[in-house]
C-alpha cells in the first residue's frame, strides 16, 4: 500500500486487501520490530563481506566469517537474508563432460575440414549433446542442426547420455529431411561416433559411412 498510494487511494486499497484505513496508518508511524532493526544491520555487514569476497562468498561462507568476527548467528538466518537481497556465492559445482573421447580410439577424417557453412540445405548437418540443469539433476539434450537454415531438423532429451539419445536425435533428421549425399558432422566424442557421411536409402534408415571413434 504505501509503495502504490501514489496510484491508489489508500482507502480503496484497504478495502480490496481487506485491513483497516487505521491500521495501516498505525502501521506507518510504527517504529520497526528489533528484529527487523537487527536484520538490516546484519544484512548490511553480510553485503560488505560479500563485496570484499568479489562476490564469490556464498551463505556457508559468509556464516564462518562472522563465527570468526565474534558475531553468532544461524546459518539459514543468513541464507534467508542473502536471498531476499539476491546475493550468492560463486559455485565450484562440477558440471557433466558431453564429449569423452574414447581411448585409443582412431581419429574420424574431419569431411568438412572445420569449414561450417552450406550453400543450400541437407548438404551439412552439424550435431553436439548438451545439459539442462534441472530441480529433478541433470537432462541430457541431443541435437541435429541444418547448418544452412540454422533449423534444428532433430533432437531427443533424456536423463542419460548414451549413444542411444543420440541416434534418436539423428532418426528424427533423416526422417524429416532428405538426406542424400548430407555430411554429418559431429565432434570427437564417441557416444555420436564422430563424423558421419550420409549416402542412400529412401524409406529406411541410409547405410551411413561412418569412422566410428
Avoid at 508511524?29 to 548490511?44: F, G, I, K
Avoid at 526422417?175 to 549425399?181: I, L, M, N, P, V
Avoid at 534408415?205 to 571413434?213: K, M
Wanted: aromatic share 8%; glycine share 8%; proline share 4%.
Amino acid at each position: 500500500m504505501k509503495a502504490n498510494r501514489a496510484r491508489w487511494p489508500i482507502a480503496m486499497m484497504a478495502r480490496l486487501l481487506g485491513v483497516s484505513t487505521s491500521g495501516y496508518y498505525t502501521w506507518l508511524v510504527r517504529e520497526p520490530a528489533m528484529r527487523t532493526r537487527s536484520d538490516a544491520q546484519l544484512l548490511a555487514h553480510i553485503r560488505t563481506l560479500h563485496a570484499s569476497s568479489r562476490g564469490t562468498y556464498g551463505a556457508p561462507r559468509i556464516h564462518a566469517q562472522l563465527a570468526r568476527e565474534g558475531i553468532h548467528v544461524g546459518r539459514k538466518r543468513v541464507a534467508r537474508l542473502m536471498r531476499m537481497a539476491g546475493l550468492c556465492g560463486a559455485s565450484r559445482r562440477r558440471w557433466p563432460r558431453t564429449t569423452r573421447p574414447r581411448a585409443g580410439a582412431r581419429r574420424a577424417p574431419d569431411l568438412v575440414r572445420r569449414h561450417f557453412s552450406a550453400e543450400a540445405t541437407n548438404v551439412l548437418w552439424v550435431a553436439d549433446a548438451t545439459y539442462v540443469p534441472t530441480g529433478e539433476g541433470f537432462l541430457y539434450l541431443a541435437v541435429v542442426l541444418d547448418v544452412f537454415s540454422r533449423r534444428v531438423v532433430g533432437w531427443a532429451m533424456s536423463n542419460h547420455l548414451y549413444t542411444e539419445l543420440m541416434l534418436r536425435a539423428f532418426d528424427m533428421a533423416l526422417q524429416q529431411r532428405r538426406h542424400d549425399g548430407v555430411i554429418l558432422h559431429s565432434d570427437q566424442g564417441c557416444r555420436l561416433a564422430g563424423r558421419f557421411s550420409v549416402c542412400g536409402g529412401n524409406n529406411h534408415r541410409p547405410t551411413i559411412a561412418r569412422s566410428i571413434r
